[in-house]
């Protein structure tokens, strides 16, 4: 495969739902994207998001993280072990946006996803699947929930 395959399942806003609103996407990574090589050597995932459709500022985050000018959190990542990935900012965006806290229990809930975490300072959440198969059937209960 050479390049990203996408398969939306709910973009639209009038298509989610009440309560815990969300798109969930179903991705295939490649080594290329769009013709162009990726900086890390990273295993071959498919993975789903899931966008609980708030607004999660990062300036926000940072400050509830409390971190000092200059000041690092949390240890490196290995590209080759996403099983053991993190997200040093999860706690701070869920005190931000405690709604993110649901989008990772809807993902953890869904039969061969794992790891499950959050998206950079959030909202946005993802889980892994072994195949584009598990991503799209994960994608599309999550979408219909």
């Known amino acids: 495969m050479?390049?990203?395959t996408r398969i939306i399942t709910a973009a639209d806003p009038a298509a989610l739902s009440e309560g815990t609103r969300h798109a969930a996407?179903?991705?295939?990574?490649?080594?290329h994207?769009?013709?162009?090589?990726?900086?890390?050597?990273?295993?071959?995932?498919?993975?789903?998001?899931?966008?609980?459709?708030v607004p999660c500022a990062t300036a926000g985050v940072f400050a509830t993280l409390?971190?000092?000018?200059?000041?690092?959190?949390?240890?490196?990542?290995?590209?080759?072990l996403p099983v053991q990935w993190r997200n040093d900012l999860t706690a701070a965006a869920l005190a931000v946006q405690p709604v993110i806290g649901?989008?990772?229990?809807?993902?953890?809930?869904q039969a061969g996803l794992s790891p499950v975490r959050m998206s950079g300072?959030?909202?946005?959440?993802?889980?892994?699947?072994q195949d584009i198969g598990a991503a799209r059937r994960a994608a599309t209960k999550i979408a219909a929930a």
Do not use: Y
Request: aromatic share 8%; glycine share 14%.
């Open 2 to 4: 050479t390049r990203l």
């Open 102 to 109: 649901d989008v990772l229990v809807v993902l953890q809930s």
């Open 25 to 31: 996407a179903a991705f295939a990574h490649a080594p």
């Open 66 to 80: 409390g971190l000092g000018k200059g000041q690092h959190f949390g240890e490196g990542l290995d590209p080759q």
């Open 33 to 53: 994207l769009f013709g162009i090589p990726v900086l890390f050597n990273l295993p071959a995932a498919a993975i789903v998001l899931v966008n609980p459709g």
């Open 121 to 129: 300072s959030g909202a946005t959440c993802f889980g892994l699947a």
